[in-house]
């Protein structure tokens, strides 16, 4: 476990280094974030946050982020294993590239139901203590089907195909809280820097606004990195204990 956790931070700064034009893309993405935001005064003080926080263009690009954040796995699945080529991980190939924009466009969907759709719950009909509880009931849900499904997403970055939601279940069982864990260390930390270096800037003095804002942009580039690392190196010792490949090619994964 330590040696995958620390194979998910090694492979981030290695493909920060390798392919800068591609970490960059959500790092840019969140720098125009943080511009909308300190326009509209977020960075103003408390009060300032408070009244910037549903500012619609700022969750315009707030959605621009949460896609921006995706943009990169595809590349940095591949290079993770592909035992670090950046020469065969960025390349865009077929049918891995257009499997994976399948799944895109479906986050994609998701991710803008969450910020700008109804909610389930108010569909359902339903209001109140009522509400919320099954809301946080689907989203505890959605998680743990998720983590089933991390070998489809892996497996169809690498352009295989037979691997589906179904046989993604069949080879993650037995492998849910190992995954669950390696989400939680690649994720969490940097999820805690983020916010620590937000808050910060609403509460520093001016100053010290675009340096802690820039710092932030790098850890959002470095996050979407390690999110994609830790379920690439989750679905790869689930399909290993399973003895499947996730490449069409087996010679092609490590």
């Given at each position: 476990m330590k040696t995958d956790i620390a194979s998910i931070y090694r492979s981030a700064w290695a493909f920060a280094f390798a392919c800068p034009l591609l970490f960059l893309i959500p790092v840019l993405v969140e720098l125009a974030q943080h511009v909308v935001e300190w326009q509209g005064g977020m960075y103003d003080g408390i009060a300032g946050a408070k009244a910037a926080e549903a500012d619609p263009l700022r969750l315009q690009f707030g959605f621009a982020k949460t896609l921006a954040l995706l943009l990169p796995g595809y590349w940095f699945t591949r290079y993770v294993l592909f035992d670090r080529d950046a020469t065969r991980a960025a390349r865009i190939e077929w049918p891995a590239i257009g499997l994976w924009l399948i799944l895109f466009a479906l986050n994609g969907v998701q991710q803008w139901w969450s910020l700008f759709g109804p909610s389930f719950t108010g569909l359902m009909g339903l209001?109140?203590?009522?509400?919320?509880?099954?809301?946080?009931?689907?989203?505890?849900?959605?998680?743990?089907?998720?983590?089933?499904?991390?070998?489809?997403?892996?497996?169809?970055?690498?352009?295989?195909?037979?691997?589906?939601?179904l046989r993604s279940a069949r080879i993650m069982t037995g492998h849910f809280w190992r995954t669950v864990l390696l989400t939680i260390a690649g994720v969490l930390p940097l999820m805690i820097?983020?916010?620590?270096?937000?808050?910060?800037?609403?509460?520093?003095?001016?100053?010290?606004?675009?340096?802690?804002?820039?710092?932030?942009?790098?850890?959002?580039?470095?996050?979407?990195?390690?999110?994609?690392?830790?379920?690439?190196?989750?679905?790869?010792?689930?399909?290993?204990?399973?003895?499947?490949?996730?490449?069409?090619?087996?010679?092609?994964?490590?």
């Open positions: 209001t109140g203590t009522t509400a919320q509880w099954t809301g946080y009931a689907l989203a505890f849900l959605a998680g743990i089907v998720g983590i089933y499904f991390t070998a489809w997403a892996v497996a169809w970055s690498l352009g295989n195909a037979s691997i589906g939601p820097a983020h916010y620590a270096l937000s808050f910060g800037a609403i509460f520093a003095p001016a100053i010290l606004d675009w340096p802690l804002l820039l710092i932030d942009a790098l850890v959002v580039g470095m996050l979407a990195l390690t999110m994609a690392g830790s379920s690439a190196i989750a679905a790869r010792h689930a399909a290993n204990a399973k003895a499947v490949s996730l490449s069409p090619d087996p010679t092609q994964a490590s």
